[in-house]
């Protein structure tokens, strides 16, 4: 499993072979990735044959948005589940990646953290959704969308900051291996304070993204079990400092949840935080899960919440609610996995 390989000992999966083998192999994984190792062309076949790329099998594939939103369902060789989305929008195609199997936050509108946790994912595991989402592209493109991956969020299963010692590795492997740009990676967090801050320490400009999901400690802590540990005044000063160190707007991320979240009280007081982070507030309608009784609001009680975030001066943004008929939300796809692995159908996308 290549991925796995520190970058710099992949002379050791073939110790009989020249010293420019190793070179030609991280060559492969991280600037050119592939599907299949049989596509490593400039590598003897005999080499090929053993070598063994993914650190996972693919178990699910889902399309939806008419190709513009595939998700993936992961498994690991000890089983563990990982979770990636890849959606294509006219000026971007971003893939949304899990930090961890399952989720200690237990946020309770979530379907990964109704899981629980399993594990955290090592750096090769975080970094092998990257590659497998650039090979792709680079084999199928997507419809009406960059035929290659501009940007990725630590936006599905677990809490990146808990994980600080893989993601910081997938970090230094995407934006010093991958060449991908810092600013095209954005870290999302519950308000994982320690994690922030150490963050804010390190030498590469990602985007911060902080899920407040309530504007008090009261709401917040019913929904972020997280906020009894750090509280949202530091979380704030947490994204504060943040702000200062990097240059970097933060994001604060709201799931909007019917008759919890939405009021426009709520709304109120997240224009109050946004505007002392100098924040862009990224909206969602929850992405209702199977086990949990939470439902999205009514499309005008979403729009009466837009607009006191605009009346109150916000830089918001109504995300949209992508691929649901295919259990896009983070978990979601587990819940209906039945454990089988898949290989991508060729000949259906090759026919598109």
């Known amino acids: 499993m290549l991925y796995t390989v520190d970058p710099d000992h992949l002379a050791s999966v073939c110790p009989d072979e020249p010293p420019y083998r190793a070179r030609q192999l991280r060559e492969w994984l991280y600037r ?33 948005d008419g190709g513009r939103t595939r998700k993936w369902l992961f498994r690991t060789g000890d089983g563990a589940a990982i979770e990636a989305v890849l959606m294509g929008y006219p000026d971007r195609t971003t893939l949304c990646i899990s930090s961890q199997a399952g989720c200690a936050m237990a946020c309770t509108f979530c379907a990964t953290g109704q899981f629980g946790f399993e594990r955290h994912l090592e750096a090769g595991e975080i970094t092998a959704q990257v590659a497998f989402a650039k090979a792709f592209l680079d ?20 809490e990146p900051l808990a994980n600080y010692t893989h993601v910081r590795e997938s970090l230094h492997r995407m934006i010093d291996l991958m060449g991908m740009s810092a600013r095209a990676i954005t870290v999302s967090t519950v308000g994982f304070v320690p994690g922030m801050r150490r963050l804010a320490d390190e030498p590469w400009k990602v985007n911060l993204a902080v899920s407040l999901h309530a504007a008090d400690d009261e709401l917040r802590s019913s929904l972020v079990p997280l906020n009894e540990r750090y509280s949202l005044a530091e979380v704030i000063e947490a994204s504060r400092h943040y702000f200062k160190v990097k240059g970097r707007r933060i994001s604060i991320e709201w799931t909007l949840i019917d008759g919890t979240n939405d009021s426009v009280d709520q709304a109120r007081k997240l224009a109050e935080i946004a505007h002392d982070l100098r924040a862009h507030v990224n909206v969602i309608a929850l992405n209702p899960t199977p086990l949990s009784a939470d439902l999205p609001p009514s499309a005008d009680r979403v729009a009466v919440f837009m607009d006191e975030l605009r009346y109150e001066g916000v830089n918001a943004t109504l995300r949209d609610t992508r691929g649901q008929d295919i259990d896009a939300a983070c978990g979601q796809l587990r819940v209906h996995s039945e454990g089988t692995p898949i290989r991508i159908d060729r000949a259906v996308l090759e026919a598109r």
């Open 32 to 64: 050119h990735p592939v599907l299949e190792t049989q596509q490593m062309t400039n590598l003897p076949g005999s080499l090929r044959d053993r070598l063994e790329l993914w650190p996972f099998e693919l178990e699910a594939d889902q399309s939806a």
């Open 139 to 158: 084999e199928y493109g997507m419809p009406n969308s960059p035929h290659r991956l501009t940007n990725v969020v630590f936006m599905g299963m677990g």
